[in-house]
């Protein structure tokens, strides 16, 4: 198993929302990238995501692979929880933006994060269920 492991910032209380959202690839069940987080926008609003983790991640695996065939996305958003005094894991279906990318790149295989757990779907799961985004999304 080979492990790609990108920068990885301190994982703080903030009140930035989006401190919590990661993706991760596992390509060809052999390697692992990430994490990517989304990129913040410039200018006005910089706690806006100006391209989210998933289509960072896919755009990442693309410019070195040349495919997102056999990549399997791993989304994953937490929170933390003052009651409790730690992390906790959230829901993660990915925005229709992204959806929309992947749908266009043909992935089919994800891991998301739920308040239980982790579950496996395919892009017709994530298709029934995204919502509306509310950042922006950068070149999809």
Same mark, same amino acid.
């Given at each position: ?7 990885? @910032? ?5 009140? #930035? ?8 690839? =596992?390509?060809?069940? $052999?390697? %692992?990238?990430?994490?990517?987080? @989304? ?5 006005? #609003? ?8 998933? =289509?960072?991640?896919? $755009?990442? %695996? ?79």
């Amino acid at each position: 198993l080979l492990i790609h492991r990108l920068a990885v @910032p301190d994982i703080v209380q903030k009140k #930035n929302a989006y401190v919590g959202f990661n993706c991760f690839v =596992v390509y060809n069940n $052999k390697e %692992i990238y990430g994490p990517f987080q @989304p990129t913040l926008a410039s200018g006005s #609003n910089s706690t806006i995501p100006s391209c989210h983790a998933e =289509v960072h991640a896919a $755009k990442y %695996i693309y410019s070195i692979k040349g495919t997102l065939k056999g990549a399997t996305f791993y989304v994953i958003r937490w929170s933390y929880n003052k009651t409790i005094n730690d992390w906790e894991l959230n829901n993660c279906v990915p925005c229709q933006d992204c959806a929309n990318y992947f749908k266009k790149n043909n992935v089919n295989k994800f891991v998301i994060s739920n308040k239980e757990g982790f579950i496996k779907c395919n892009l017709k799961y994530i298709l029934e269920n995204t919502k509306p985004s509310n950042g922006r999304l950068y070149g999809s």
